[in-house]
């Protein structure tokens, strides 16, 4: 199960930091991946972190300004935001796959999602 935790509403050029945390002990094994939808629009992929967090892929509509993280330890996985947008708004999910990839079609399990909403 995952659960996704730090939305909210922010102005243009803040900051959040979403966590995703997993209940299973197996966390460390799974590549996870943020993907965001906003209403009217096709869910789009944002950032994914290998099991081990040695390789992360973003994409291009937030390269340079989000960054993904995980502790396995604590099994959670982090999205930093940052110079957020207006067009970031939307439904941001987590989800895990055993391969990492930027396809929502190949992840397994997925959150709930949250909501981040960013004014002008």
């Known amino acids: 199960q995952l659960v996704e935790f730090g939305g909210g509403l922010v102005q243009a050029g803040e900051s959040l930091r979403l966590s995703c945390a997993a209940s299973d002990r197996t966390f460390s094994i799974y590549a996870v991946a943020w993907f965001r939808q906003a209403p009217g629009k096709e869910r789009e992929f944002v950032a994914a972190?290998?099991?081990?967090?040695?390789?992360?892929y973003y994409g291009d509509s937030v390269k340079g300004r989000f960054a993904i993280s995980r502790d396995n330890a604590a099994n959670t996985v982090y999205l930093q935001m940052n110079s957020l947008k207006p067009g970031d708004t939307a439904v941001y999910c987590c989800?895990?796959?055993?391969?990492?990839?930027?396809?929502?079609?190949?992840?397994?399990?997925w959150g709930q999602g949250t909501q981040v909403t960013v004014s002008s």
């Open positions: 972190v290998s099991d081990n967090g040695l390789r992360t």
């Open positions: 989800a895990a796959s055993l391969s990492i990839g930027s396809s929502q079609y190949g992840y397994d399990y």
